[in-house]
């Protein structure tokens, strides 16, 4: 697994639908989304991230 570290991050949001979610900014090519769990997480903590992610 990969080893990244927790970030908060403002998004402008596009549109939503459902469950599901279009972000318009505030997000770079690559990065990766925590949606659940992230009352648990930290500012700068370190997270272990699964091949493929989940």
């Given at each position: 697994?990969?080893?990244?570290?927790?970030?908060?991050?403002?998004?402008?949001?596009?549109?939503?639908?459902?469950?599901?979610?279009t972000?318009?900014?505030?997000?770079?090519?690559?990065?990766?989304?925590?949606?659940?769990?992230?009352?648990?997480?930290?500012?700068?903590?370190?997270?272990?991230v699964p091949?493929?992610?989940?």
């Amino acid at each position: 697994p990969q080893s990244s570290s927790v970030s908060a991050r403002e998004i402008k949001v596009a549109s939503k639908s459902g469950g599901s979610f279009t972000v318009a900014g505030g997000l770079e090519a690559g990065m990766r989304v925590v949606t659940a769990g992230v009352h648990s997480l930290a500012e700068g903590q370190k997270v272990k991230v699964p091949e493929g992610g989940v």
